[in-house]
T-cell receptor
Framework: GAGVSQSPSNKVTEKGKDVELRCDPI?????LYWYRQSLGQGLEFLIY????????KSGLPSDRFSAERTGGSVSTLTIQRTQQEDSAVYLC?????????FGPGTRLTVL | QQPVQSPQAVILREGEDAVINCSSS?????VHWYRQKHGEAPVFLMI?????EQKGHDKISASFNEKKQQSSLYLTASQLSYSGTYFC?????????????FGKGTHLIIQP
């Protein structure tokens, strides 16, 4: 079946603008995760959804970052007033148990 | 805290063996191993759970030492396709789905 999909695949924005990143999980997967991967670094956990609720928002770097999930499916990660340090690949993963399946990511570049 | 992976990088000839280690300072419930090729999404390899046995498929296996909070990934008779960056992700929660804390990765290069 279809895997996790993310859009856009690439996003270039100017400092101070808001961006929205979208994740479409594997059908039937109740859990959804957002991670960030900066150049040459490991994956940094941002937020996790179980259904539509987010029991763990501990990884969000600042209050400029927010995420929502509607209908237990699609999720949107929003970054307001983007800064250059927000440049990274944003990866989404979904799971039905412990095994997480990753999408291809959105490469965000803030100029 | 972020688990520590070692080595940071390793270069092997095809057919040689490699061991990648992942160590945590906190008590773990599970360790997840992924391989990522440049520009691609991480691909799941295996999960090791507290109290579980050593796992493996084909020529890739892993172990989890609960007392030391360490996991090791073993690649035997390496193939060119094994090249990539290997990440361990850890969880202290036994509750099921959980955000993972990843190490910085180990770069593995397999040469013909």
């Amino acid at each position: 079946g279809a895997g996790v999909s993310q859009s856009p695949s690439n996003k270039v924005t100017e400092k101070g603008k808001d961006v929205e990143l979208r994740c479409d999980p594997i059908s039937g997967h109740t859990a959804l995760y957002w991670y960030r991967q900066s150049l040459g670094q490991g994956l940094e956990f941002l937020i996790y959804f179980q259904g539509n609720s987010a029991p763990d928002k501990s990884g969000l770097p600042s209050d400029r970052f927010s995420a929502e999930r509607t209908g237990g499916s699609v999720s949107t990660l929003t970054i307001q007033r983007t800064q250059q340090e927000d440049s990274a690949v944003y990866l989404c993963a979904s799971s039905r148990g412990r095994q997480q399946y990753f999408g291809p990511g959105t490469r965000l570049t803030v100029l | 805290q972020q688990p520590v992976q070692s080595p940071q990088a390793v270069i092997l000839r095809e057919g040689e063996d490699a061991v990648i280690n992942c160590s945590s300072s906190k008590a773990l419930y599970s360790v997840h191993w992924y391989r990522q090729k440049h520009g691609e999404a991480p691909v799941f390899l295996m999960i090791l759970l507290k109290g579980g046995e050593q796992k493996g498929h084909d020529k890739i296996s892993a172990s989890f030492n609960e007392k030391k909070q360490q996991s090791s990934l073993y690649l035997t008779a390496s193939q060119l396709s094994y090249s990539g960056t290997y990440f361990c992700g850890t969880s202290a929660s036994g509750g099921g789905a959980d955000g993972l804390t990843f190490g910085k990765g180990t770069h593995l290069i397999i040469q013909p």
